[in-house]
């Protein structure tokens, strides 16, 4: 794991986010179940256009958003004395053989034995965090996001928690699925393969 010190939502932060394929949109890549998904190519057409134009793609701050930024800290705190760890914050990681796929992890913990384990925080609005609630498992939209979180950083497990500051908070440890992760890494390369070619191609042609 390669670790960018940056400060998440920083200018540099998003500049190092510029192109590479990031955990919150490995769901663009593949599904909860393991299969391609249907949005891949729109994903990866997103990804060579930053690229060639050097320009990132931005997206709508929702209320909801930055309600959640406003709540992942005081979730942060309540994970570290529930567990009794210190949550590490950092900027992008990058896998080692893919420097093209990052994570921007909501924590890092480091074990005993020097390797890191990692932590997801959702902050949703009370209607979504009751189903999260009666649910008590990992929501399928984030499968691939935690799963990514696992390859990049090499981990056993990945600790999720729904953060309501009026309701019970939600822990849920994510083992490592090594199936779903070579799954995963097969279409990613498939990816990358398709976006380092479709840049050298298309910036041939401005020639």
């Known amino acids: 794991m390669i670790i960018l010190d ?12 510029l192109g590479k394929i990031t955990g919150s949109n490995m769901s663009k890549l593949i599904t909860s179940t393991g299969k391609k998904s249907t949005s891949a190519d729109g994903y990866i057409n997103q990804l060579i256009a930053e690229r060639l134009t050097g320009e990132i793609t931005t997206s709508y701050v929702t209320p909801a958003m930055e309600r959640g930024s406003e709540l992942e800290a005081k979730a942060r705190t309540w994970y570290e004395f529930l567990t009794d760890s210190e949550v590490i914050e950092t900027g992008l990681c990058l896998h080692d053989e893919f420097p093209d796929v990052g994570i921007s992890p909501d924590g890092l913990i480091q074990g005993d034995n020097g390797r890191f384990h990692g932590l997801e925080i959702k902050c949703p609005e009370a209607k979504t965090m009751v189903s999260y609630l009666r649910a008590k498992k990992l929501p399928s939209q984030y499968v691939a996001q935690v799963q990514a979180c696992i390859w990049v950083t090499d981990a056993d497990w990945w600790d999720f928690v729904a953060y309501h500051p009026k309701m019970k908070p939600l822990h849920i440890r994510i083992l490592r699925d090594d ?19 479709q840049v050298e191609n298309l910036r041939s042609h401005d020639d």
């Open 6 to 17: 940056h400060e998440q939502g920083s200018d540099e932060w998003l500049v190092s986010r």
């Open 179 to 197: 199936e779903y992760i070579a799954e995963m890494a097969a279409i990613v390369s498939e990816a990358v393969e398709t976006i380092n070619h």
